[in-house]
């Protein structure tokens, strides 16, 4: 089975650009997590979506970010305008919802540098 | 911050050896989970136990959990080089499908 595909792998881009970070999950998982995952704070939960439903963005850090999942097989995180603050490596993960103990299968992540 | 904390930060021990890492959580939890990241990548999942479990094996692999110390500990037996990588312990919420990750473990292994 295809695990978690992210899209792109590494994005370099100057500051103030959008930015469109990408995700499928496994399929028949209808849980995605998006994390940031950097040296200082460690990996963080952005949000996650049930069912295609956004359930908890308390920890999309402004307005900057938003993110969507319009079918059960596609998300994306964007941040407009980004900033140098911005860099860091992106990960997705899904699982099945309402399996509370089954893990988290997680994508190789987005490595995204904000110049 | 509800974020738990692993210890050591970072371990280095010989080929062959046994790596504990421990894991201290704030809250209530349903399990707690460790998952091990190698450089670039993304984590994988190692193994899982219950809050009414007190010890699980998987191969090498050892946990334990103490939930009146709200802890758990990770143990590698006979260490290889390729368990090289970082370990994260994350723990699950009663009533939600979230996970919070502690820092992790950044284990080296020498051949």
């Known amino acids: 089975d295809a695990g978690v595909i992210q899209s792109p792998r590494h994005e370099v881009t100057e500051m103030g650009q959008e930015v469109t970070l990408r995700c499928k999950p496994i399929?028949?998982?209808?849980?995605l997590f998006w994390y940031r995952q950097t040296m200082m704070r460690g990996l963080e939960l952005l949000i996650y979506?049930?069912?295609?439903?956004?359930?908890?963005d308390s920890g999309m850090p402004e307005d900057r970010f938003s993110a969507k999942m319009p079918n059960a097989s596609f998300s994306t995180l964007k941040i407009q305008p980004s900033e140098p603050r911005d860099s860091a490596v992106y990960f997705c993960?899904?699982?099945?919802?309402?399996?509370?103990?089954?893990?988290?299968?997680f994508g190789d992540g987005t490595r995204l540098s904000i110049l | 911050s509800q974020q738990g904390e692993e210890d050591p930060q970072a371990l280095s021990i010989q080929e062959g050896e046994n790596a504990t890492m421990n894991c201290s959580y704030k809250?209530?939890?349903?399990?707690l989970q460790w998952y091990r990241q190698n450089s670039g990548r993304g984590l994988v999942h190692l193994i899982l136990i219950r809050s009414n479990e007190r010890e699980k094996h998987s191969g090498r692999l050892r946990v334990t959990l103490d939930t009146s110390k709200k802890s758990s500990s990770l143990l590698i037996t006979a260490s290889r080089a390729a368990d090289t990588a970082s370990y994260f312990c994350a723990n699950g919420m009663g009533g939600s499908e979230k996970l919070v990750f502690g820092k992790g473990t950044k284990l080296t292994v020498n051949p």
């Open positions: 809250t209530s939890i349903n399990n």
């Open positions: 993960a899904s699982k099945r919802w309402g399996q509370q103990n089954q893990p988290q299968h």
């Open positions: 979506f049930n069912n295609n439903v956004p359930i908890d």
């Open positions: 399929s028949g998982h209808n849980s």
